[in-house]
């Protein structure tokens, strides 16, 4: 255990709809970062928060968003989905103190979505 | 561009031998850090080991060392002792920038263990 929860575990939905996944992070981590793993992508970064504050920001579509809140949790949002969306989203986590040999991540177990 | 390269997308090892995971790895920047995790079927993400690339010694985590060989840009992962349970995906990744910590993957190397 990774100490990281997601959730939904699985999320199954129609296109055209909005979704909501939420993390949260090892207790004590600041940063919160989100892959999305496809079968044909791989597995990709879309953004990273840290403390609240969006930090990074990686191949994430302008239908996507995510925040992190006051306690560090952080919901991502996919909004008009399509069935190219269906995917492993993960969150991760970090002490988020860039390049500290200990700034690994942490992955959670991950919100299959299914886009029908 | 920073690029991870996993050739093998599987292999395969009798239990108790040893097995070898290629990555090699591409950047301009001096100062980076690199990754192992695996990813069994049940699908969580699991962090193995470490490599920054200051570090002079290889990364070892119990039955998990990695040979980094700086010049060649390769850092792969040497299973000892292989049990079944290794049977996984494993991703090799690269932190790519230290002003975001963000990580870039692999198309990873599927393990099968046989008795």
């Known amino acids: 255990d990774s100490g990281v929860t997601q959730t939904p575990k699985h999320l199954i939905t129609a296109t055209g709809q909005r979704v909501t996944l939420r993390c949260s992070p090892r207790?004590?981590?600041?940063?919160v970062y989100w892959y999305q793993q496809s079968l044909d992508q791989g597995l990709q970064f879309l953004i990273q928060?840290?403390?609240?504050?969006?930090?990074a920001k990686g191949n994430i579509l302008e239908r996507f968003s995510a925040q992190q809140f006051p306690d560090l949790h952080s919901e991502l949002n996919l909004s008009s989905l399509e069935l190219g969306d269906s995917a492993l989203y993960f969150c991760?986590?970090?002490?988020?103190?860039?390049?500290?040999?200990?700034?690994?991540?942490?992955f959670g177990p991950g919100t299959r979505l299914t886009v029908l | 561009a920073q690029k991870i390269t996993q050739t093998q997308p599987g292999m395969f090892v009798q239990e108790k031998e040893a097995v070898t995971l290629d990555c090699t790895y591409d950047?301009?920047?001096?100062?980076?850090?690199l990754f192992w995790y695996k990813q069994p079927s049940s699908g969580e993400m699991i962090f193995l080991i470490y490599?920054?690339?200051?570090?002079?010694q290889n990364a070892t985590e119990g039955r998990y060392s990695l040979n980094f060989q700086k010049a060649r840009k390769s850092a792969n992962l040497v299973i000892s002792a292989s049990q079944l349970g290794d049977s996984a995906m494993y991703f090799c990744?690269?932190?790519?920038?230290?002003?975001?910590?963000?990580?870039?993957f692999g198309t990873g190397t599927r393990l099968q263990v046989f008795p």
């Open positions: 991760a986590s970090s002490v988020g103190l860039q390049g500290r040999r200990d700034n690994e991540q942490f």
């Open positions: 928060y840290y403390n609240g504050e969006e930090r």
């Open positions: 950047t301009s920047d001096p100062s980076y850090g």
């Open positions: 990744a690269m932190r790519e920038d230290y002003n975001t910590d963000k990580l870039i």
């Open positions: 490599q920054g690339s200051y570090d002079q």
């Open positions: 207790s004590g981590d600041l940063s």
